[in-house]
């Protein structure tokens, strides 16, 4: 004796009493919409970054490598490559930023004056300021402490902020406005991060 034939609804089409939706109206899963929202280029207005890692950093690059690594993100092993970079970026239509530690900035100074500032490439520089006020250890402060006057007098804009403001809500309203100087500008921007020991009252 052949089986009565059953008819088996999906679930994802049923609207009866079980109150299902149709599929077409089903939420993505939750881990989506937060991923969306985490990304640390989400509201700047950035679409693509490169740099060399630091560990004031860390959470920033925690951040990109879970949700833009390869996509938005690319790793850069030298600071004027990661300039190269991001001029490369630009002239394909992406809205670039760079991240280095302030040692990188000399290693990044000649692809930053004849290749960004001189065909007018606006990206967004963020330098975490090991030497500020001279008072890190003797390597950074070579640099460090005069950075300020090295950026001043390259006649780039530039803020200052501290490393607690890399964290959200913060820091995408400050990488926008970096970004809004620079087209404005016409060449790159400087952000400037006081390491979290030498703060004193920086930023926020």
């Known amino acids: 004796m052949t089986a009565p034939?059953?008819?088996?609804?999906?679930p994802l089409t049923t609207t009866g009493d079980l109150g299902i939706r149709d599929a077409s109206a089903v939420e993505p899963p939750v881990a989506v919409r937060v991923e969306a929202e985490l990304s640390p280029l989400a509201g700047t207005g950035l679409t693509f970054v490169t740099g060399v890692p630091d560990s004031v950093f860390k959470g920033l690059i925690?951040?990109?490598e879970r949700h833009d690594l390869d996509v938005r993100y690319l790793r850069a092993t030298r600071e004027?490559?990661?300039?190269?970079?991001?001029?490369?970026a630009y002239l394909a239509g992406e809205r670039p930023l760079v991240f280095m530690e302030s040692a990188g900035v000399?290693?990044?100074l000649d692809a930053l004056t004849s290749?960004?500032?001189?065909?007018g490439i606006p990206l967004v520089v963020l330098i975490a300021w090991a030497g500020y006020k001279a008072r890190d250890v003797t390597h950074h402060n070579a640099i460090g402490a005069p950075l300020g006057q090295i950026i001043a007098a390259l006649g780039l804009p530039v803020m200052t902020i501290a490393e607690r403001d890399l964290d959200a809500p913060v820091l995408p309203a400050t990488l926008a406005e970096a970004q809004a100087r620079a087209?404005?500008?016409?060449?790159?921007s400087v952000i400037l991060v006081?390491?979290?020991e030498l703060e004193d009252g920086v930023g926020s």
């Open 80 to 88: 004027d490559n990661a300039i190269g970079l991001a001029v490369g």
């Open 5 to 10: 034939e059953r008819t088996v609804k999906n």
């Open 194 to 196: 006081v390491p979290a």
């Open 106 to 108: 000399g290693t990044a």
């Open 183 to 188: 087209h404005e500008y016409g060449g790159p």
């Open 62 to 64: 925690a951040a990109l």
């Open 115 to 119: 290749l960004a500032m001189s065909y």
